[in-house]
């Protein structure tokens, strides 16, 4: 592909975006609107023009999905060489080659889990806790130190900022756990996530040598959802650029979902101050969504703006018109899950595949009624959050057989095929198992493998004629595996909204969506509310066509129907109105709704399949 064809896939905006390869570059990218597509054109057009070498640009993402998505699509546009990789997993490569030279012997072992470290802590600062408040001080510690503040400084800074201080503890009780957590690590010999970024940051603000090296490696950076960034991710990147501003970040200040774990806009917000001269190109034309769930999304998230924050990007629907969203108002918990697996069914039987629809929900323990519910109607789930696929024992056991064949495999038998009697000895069949359970959850999983193999063996022929063969979908799993990018369960997805976060689906159920589960009740600041509004419009845009919103009037059957819709939506659903706690909410018909969503379908709950 020549460099002027790789700029003709592109709309006028992405092609601004691709084209401005030299000094620092800000793109505010609203939801759908092919924010990766730009990035990676970018690129890929620098490679293909001489501007850049790919060894010498490090592309940042902030989940391991992202990085094997980028990778992918770079190999696509012929850009191999291009390191993408997290922050972490950057970081952790450089401190691993460097930490011989400079501190001498193989790096500290990584400390994955928090909880015991932090239980030791607080059992020698005398504090009682739970298995609950370990894992909320552990996310404490992980705040303070991605944040930049030290025990000594924890007090005053979460006084200054109104932070609440979790499990019920006081400031100077959580400062000294701190301190504890700090001792406790280093008598076990071990670094956090936290530390590996720190140590090299340090590293290379201390040791010119070492920054001269890792400059000279990397010369040009992208960073994608900056709007996500936190003051230690940003102070490594400082140390990385080196006072030179050959950085193109991305992002989008409405999807700031994250201040809770010390994310903050602020950097992309500030972005052409701290970069006089950068270009900044909007790119507002969504491609993901229908007209519908673009008009949602913009009504939800314009209220910020007249509440007095920033305007936020206005998207414009690039899509055809699809079905208006629908709205439903349940009696109760258990009826809005067994009225959106019901749901599920009717699309699923139109079509729609289980793996392009998801279930959203604001808390993780949510989930339970949602899986009970699916499997009583016997479709299949995956909970996002739960195990890792390559972590799984069924999954290894499968790569393990699949290295195995492809040592011996007849080069004249397609790959997919060979692929398919290898699975078959691990559970894999044509037609899945009537039941669910262990064995619908392994031949999902061994499903998954297939389809991939399926992909890739197309792909292949279409990107180069050559023939993939199964040493080639080996390689593919093992740099998946390496980067957790796991390929698609053929099940609908069980998530919460924060998990949610980068993905899109053709169906998407926000369920839920009232009074004290959204916004949470503990959102008990105006920025804390912001954030939840942040995060149904987040939830809002990973619709592409069908788009269902719901909560329920009580928690039990024949309970008090004492839940009233969320304030996000006042306005916006179709009643017109704002219910009182304990009314009833009108049921059936079409209010009077302004815009584009006047006459949207309102249900009552009461459904027959």
């Known amino acids: ?76 546009l012929g850009a191999t060489g291009v390191q993408a990789r997290t922050f972490h997993a950057a970081a952790l490569r450089q401190l691993g080659f460097f930490w011989p030279k400079v501190v001498g012997g193989a790096p500290p072992r990584i400390v994955e889990q928090k909880a015991q470290v932090v239980a030791e802590a607080a059992r020698r600062v005398g504090l009682s806790v739970d298995r609950v408040s370990v894992r909320d001080l552990a996310s404490e510690v992980e705040w303070a130190k991605v944040s930049l503040v030290t025990a000594d400084e924890y007090e005053k800074a979460v006084a200054a900022i109104g932070r609440p201080v979790p499990s019920g503890q006081d400031p100077q009780a959580v400062a000294r756990l701190m301190t504890a957590y700090e001792q406790v690590k280093a008598e076990r010999g071990g670094i956090d996530f936290e530390d590996v970024l720190l140590l090299l940051s340090a590293m290379l603000s201390e040791r010119r040598d070492v920054a001269a090296e890792v400059r000279e490696q990397y010369q040009y950076f992208v960073v994608d959802e900056y709007q996500d960034v936190s003051p230690l991710q940003q102070f490594l990147l400082d140390q990385w650029l080196g006072g030179r501003h050959e950085l193109c970040v991305v992002g989008d200040p409405s999807q700031t979902i994250y201040s809770f774990a010390g994310a903050t806009p602020y950097h992309l917000t500030t972005f052409a101050t701290a970069h006089p001269g950068a270009t900044v190109v909007r790119l507002v034309r969504d491609y993901r969504s229908t007209p519908q769930v673009v008009s949602l999304a913009n009504q939800v998230i314009d209220a910020t703006r007249r509440a007095g924050g920033p305007a936020p990007l206005e998207l414009r629907a690039q899509r055809p018109d699809g079905p208006e969203v629908r709205y439903t108002a349940y009696d109760d918990d258990e009826a809005e899950a067994t009225g959106i697996a019901h749901a599920v069914a009717r699309l699923v039987r139109t079509g729609v ?9 604001r808390t993780n323990a949510q989930s339970e009624a949602f899986e009970e519910a699916l499997a009583t109607a016997g479709i299949a789930y995956q909970v996002r959050g739960g195990e890792r696929f390559f972590a799984r024992r069924d999954v290894r056991d499968a790569l393990v057989l699949l290295r195995g064949g492809a040592r011996s495999a007849d080069p004249q038998v397609p790959m997919p095929e060979t692929v398919r009697d290898i699975l078959r000895t691990v559970g894999w069949a044509p037609e899945p198992p009537a039941a669910r359970g262990a064995a619908r959850e392994r031949w999902d999983a061994m499903q998954a493998l297939v389809t991939l193999a399926d992909e890739l063996a197309a792909h292949g022929r ?50 839920g969506l009232s ?18 509004r942040r995060l149904l419009y987040v939830g809002i845009t990973r619709a ?23 304030r996000f939506l006042d306005g916006v659903w179709p009643d017109g109105r704002r219910p009182a706690a304990g009314s009833r909410p009108v049921q059936g018909g079409r209010g009077p709704v302004p815009g584009a969503l006047a006459g949207a379908p309102v249900d009552d709950g009461h459904e027959v399949d």
């Not at 595949?353 to 929900?361: D, F, K, N, T």
């Not at 008990?524 to 912001?530: G, R």
């Open 1 to 76: 592909m020549s460099a002027d064809a790789l700029l003709d896939a592109l709309d006028p905006e992405q092609r601004a975006v691709a084209t401005a390869l030299r000094g620092p570059v800000c793109v505010l990218a609203g939801a759908g609107t092919g924010k990766t597509r730009a990035i990676t054109h970018r690129i890929a057009y620098g490679i293909r023009t001489g501007v850049y070498r790919p060894g010498n640009v490090l592309a940042v993402t902030f989940t391991a999905r992202a990085a094997g998505e980028m990778r992918t699509r770079l190999r696509g």
């Open 353 to 361: 595949r289980p793996s392009e629809i998801a279930v959203l929900y």
């Open 462 to 511: 279409e990107s180069d004629g050559r023939t993939p063969l199964l040493p080639d979908l080996v390689a593919e799993l093992d740099e998946r595996a390496s980067a957790q990018h796991a390929p698609t369960v053929e099940g609908v997805t069980l998530a919460s909204l924060h998990a949610a976060k980068g993905l899109e689906w053709d169906a998407v159920f926000l369920a």
């Open 515 to 532: 009074e004290g589960l959204l916004p949470t009740s503990l959102a008990d600041t105006s920025a804390a509310v912001a954030e939840e």
């Open 544 to 566: 592409r066509e069908h788009l269902h919103l719901s909560y329920a009037r009580s928690r039990l059957p024949g309970g008090r129907p004492n839940r009233v819709r969320t």
